[in-house]
């Protein structure tokens, strides 16, 4: 039995298949702990090797991965809540329903995505924290600070747009009284100072332009959709690709000189 | 006090209530290492912070082992959250109902508050973008090479200070308050208080012109636009004053000019909320385009 199991066991490592997936054992070596993070898509953004502070979750709080984590949480679940949804002011409320009382797993799938994109502020806010408590946005690392700012800044449009989305009174209401603060925005809002005076009207000005209307509509709802699914996401994966790829290239994670 | 209870249990500020747990957890957790970190530090034993001997360890297993146990916890702590309290959901949207109070979502509550003591055009779009570009400032602005890379206090006092003064009094404290401590027509109510749709609350704010007997419009706008220009003038004036210290010179005129700009709006801000609980001051100053 033992041979014929380690013969099996053989013939699947050994074979052409197994080693175009894996290419190399797993016995516990240095060598194979090098490539295992090497060799592996998903583990490669990290070095093989790091300053034995760096890995202490007192020091990081793990902050900035459980804001990644909490990304690729809502993206997932937003995809699959968007087989359910439709960015009209007919259909929108209905499919929160919908999802609530039809959908097997609807409202967990829901409320995951909302969980998750508030715990994602919160976690983006304490990233922030400890990178500042810790000094680490001083040289050379103060342009991944500004990509960091990005990032915040990002986060919290997704989670606003992504508030409307409901189209229930929460909703219209929350984005109603944050998107009028754009009517007083100096010189390009008709309530800013100087708008008026520049010719701004509530037709014209840059809260018409974010709103498509006058008031929070039909087509805000389709501009907020198209913004929390595809921009905004689309911008903030790209800024963390630069804030990844910047960690390594100011030499890991800080640490005291 | 139902009130209290009613916002408490409402789903959406249990995120809330969350942060100030993990921001007290965390601000404990800095300060017992930072604490131990200056000490080492005023016994001129530097060199313990670093990584004896330039220590590395394997990200696999021990690094990959501790970021694959974070992720099942979070998600474990979101399943429960998930099972146990359901997203919320109003009735359907009305154009021609007004909630009242309308609330922005909890974590720009802390700029909706601003509002109470500023015109939209600087709480809503001039400070937003200052918070913005004040962050993106910091690291080229901080001049202090020390405290890079570990917990410290007495290394950066003025930063550190700064920082979370503006972090947990101007936004985390305001975000509270706007949740938790107002009512309807955005009027103030005590936790214990009923919220009365109906509160009159009597107008006496002036502006501060008026204070001073000022009448005639023109002559406001001068003063005010004098009172507004000393204020940010307190930059230079304290540039001159300490021009001789390392402070200034290292960093040099543009950059300290930057950096009291901001510091200066910042605290326009505290400023601006004590002349309004003392004084009740609205504008200080009024011209026929804003009012600051
Ligand atoms: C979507 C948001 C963000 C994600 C996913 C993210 C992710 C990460 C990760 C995984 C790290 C590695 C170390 C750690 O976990 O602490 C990191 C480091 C860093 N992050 Fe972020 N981050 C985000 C937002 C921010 C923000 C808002 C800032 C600052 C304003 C920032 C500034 C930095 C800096 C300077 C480092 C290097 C820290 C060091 O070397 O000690 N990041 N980030």
Redesign the pocket.
């Known amino acids: 039995m033992q041979a014929f199991i380690e013969k099996m066991k053989d013939s699947a490592t050994k074979s052409q298949v197994w080693k175009s997936m894996f290419r190399h054992s797993y016995e516990d070596t240095p060598r194979n702990r090098y490539l295992q993070v090497l060799d592996n898509v998903w583990l490669h953004l990290h070095p093989t090797r790091i300053p034995r502070h760096a890995g202490a979750i007192r020091f ?1 709080w ?4 459980i ?2 984590l909490l ?1 690729l949480v809502t993206a997932v679940t937003g995809v699959l809540l968007m087989f359910y949804y439709r960015p009209t002011a007919e259909y929108a409320f209905n499919d929160m329903k919908y999802l609530e009382f039809d959908v097997p797993f609807g409202m967990f799938l829901r409320n995951m995505h909302r969980w998750a994109a508030h715990g994602m502020v919160i976690t ?1 806010w304490l ?2 924290f ?2 500042f408590l ?1 000094g ?2 001083k040289p050379p ?1 103060e342009f ?2 500004v990509v ?2 990005i ?2 800044t990002v ?1 919290l449009l997704l989670s606003f747009t992504g508030y409307l989305l409901p189209w229930d009174q929460l909703s219209i209401w929350a984005v109603t009284v944050g998107t009028n603060m754009a009517r007083a925005t100096p010189l390009l809002g008709h309530e800013g100072p100087f708008g008026p005076e520049l010719g701004m009207r509530p037709d014209n000005d840059v809260r018409f332009v974010l709103l498509g209307g006058t008031q929070v509509g039909p087509p805000t709802l389709l501009r907020f959709y198209v913004l929390h699914c595809i921009f905004l996401p689309i911008f ?1 994966s790209i800024f ?1 690709a630069v ?2 790829w910047r ?1 390594r290239k100011d030499g890991g ?2 640490g005291p000189l | 006090m139902e009130n209290l209870i009613l916002i408490l249990s409402k789903p959406d500020n249990l995120p809330i209530a969350m942060m100030v747990v993990l921001l007290g957890y965390y601000t404990l957790l800095w300060w017992r290492q930072a604490r131990k970190n200056d000490g080492i530090i005023s016994d001129g034993r530097y060199s313990e912070l670093q990584d004896e001997n330039n220590d590395r360890i394997f990200v696999w297993p021990y690094l990959v082992r501790i970021e694959f146990l974070a992720a099942i916890l979070v998600l474990l702590i979101l399943t429960v959250w998930s099972v146990a309290l359901d997203a919320p959901l109003e009735h359907p949207a009305n154009p021609s109902k007004t909630p009242n109070p309308s609330k922005a979502p909890w974590y720009f509550l802390g700029l909706q508050e601003m509002l109470v003591y500023f015109d939209p055009w600087i709480a809503g779009v001039i400070f937003p973008t200052l918070i913005i570009v004040g ?1 993106m400032a910091i690291p080229y602005i901080d001049k202090n090479p020390k405290g890079n ?1 570990y917990y410290t206090w007495m290394e950066r006092k003025f930063a550190l200070s700064t920082f979370l003064f503006g972090f947990f009094v101007l936004w985390v404290a305001l975000i509270f308050v706007g949740t938790f401590l107002r009512g309807p027509g955005w009027n103030f109510f005590a936790p214990w208080e009923a919220w009365d749709p109906h509160k009159v609350v009597a107008m006496v704010n002036v502006d501060l012109h008026q204070y001073f007997g000022i009448r005639s419009s023109v002559v406001a706008f001068l003063f005010g636009g004098f009172i507004v220009t000393a204020y940010f003038c307190l930059g230079i004036v304290y540039y001159y004053w300490k021009k001789n210290t390392d402070f200034i010179k290292t960093m040099g005129a543009a950059r300290f000019g930057v950096m009291a700009f901001l510091f200066l709006c910042m605290m326009g801000l505290p400023i601006k909320m004590l002349l309004r609980w003392a004084f009740n001051i609205k504008y200080v100053w009024v011209t026929p385009w804003f009012n600051i």
């Open positions: 990081t793990c902050m900035g991965g804001t990644w990304f983006v990233h922030m400890r990178v810790t680490s946005y690392r991944n600070w960091g700012v990032l915040l986060t903030l963390c804030h990844f960690i994670i800080s | 962050l890379g």
